[in-house]
């Protein structure tokens, strides 16, 4: 297994347009997380499934973000009509429950520059 | 809700001193705490954890023991090498790990 992997790693676009990443995770993690990193702060939850069910999300997840993970496998993650805010990493995490949690992986993320 | 504060970087060294980046937790209830790490061009690695109080996580050198008492995690190594140098994230979760709450990051730079 090659680990989380993320799609695209950098995406420019311009304010307005609307952007859709991908997150594959490990093959046997049934959770799920993405989190969104600013230049010098930690990463901020965004939302997290166990397999197809969206179970949480932020309040920072605006109406704007939407999130899938359809038959429990990858995920997206689109943003509609981009801000400059929303430029930032999107990172993605995969977990496999188990009673008393266990170690989320991380992918590389995908940059998000909106000019 | 729940927080994490840990230091301000970066910290520079010299190669082979001893490292503490402080951190510190407010949280509900019983989290587990983890420390994160972030070479440069890679994605985020779990380095070390702990899941319940008076618990030490340790790996590749690096020490931290779960304070409930002073509500910390402190991360400390002996001897620093430059292949230590990158970005330093604590974080902790709840008992069902839902999600990670992690503090802003402490960026460690050793040089030779």
Redesign the interface.
């Known amino acids: 297994d090659t680990g ?1 992997s993320q799609d695209p790693r950098h995406k420019i676009t311009k304010r307005g347009q609307n952007v859709t990443f991908r997150c594959d995770p490990i093959s046997e993690h049934n ?1 799920l ?1 993405w ?1 969104r990193q600013t230049l ?6 965004l939302t ?1 499934f166990q397999n197809e069910a969206q ?2 999300k932020s309040r920072l997840l605006s109406d704007r973000f939407s999130a899938e993970r359809p038959k429990g496998s990858f995920s997206t993650l689109e943003i509609q009509r981009t801000e400059q805010g929303d430029s930032a990493m999107y ?1 993605c ?1 995969s ?1 496999l ?1 188990l009673a ?10 995908t940059r998000l520059t909106v000019v | 809700g729940d927080s ?1 504060t840990q230091m301000e970087g970066p910290v520079t060294l010299s190669e082979e001193a001893f490292l503490t980046i402080n951190c510190t937790y407010t949280a509900t209830g019983y989290p ?1 705490l983890f420390w ?1 790490v972030q070479y440069p061009g ?5 380095l070390l ?1 702990a ?1 319940k109080a008076d618990d030490k996580g340790s790996n590749k050198g690096f020490e931290a023991t779960y304070r409930k008492e002073t509500t910390s995690f402190h991360l400390e190594k002996g001897s620093v090498q430059v292949s230590d140098s990158a970005v330093y ?1 604590c ?1 902790l ?1 709840d ?11 402490t960026r460690l730079l050793v040089s030779p």
């Open positions: 989380v959770r997380y989190y010098g702060q930690g990463p901020e939850f997290y179970l949480e990172l995490a977990s429950k008393g949690g266990t170690e989320a992986f991380f992918g590389q993320g | 994490v587990s994160y890679e994605g985020l690695q779990l954890k899941t994230f974080a979760s008992q069902g790990f839902q999600k990670l709450v992690f503090g802003t990051g």
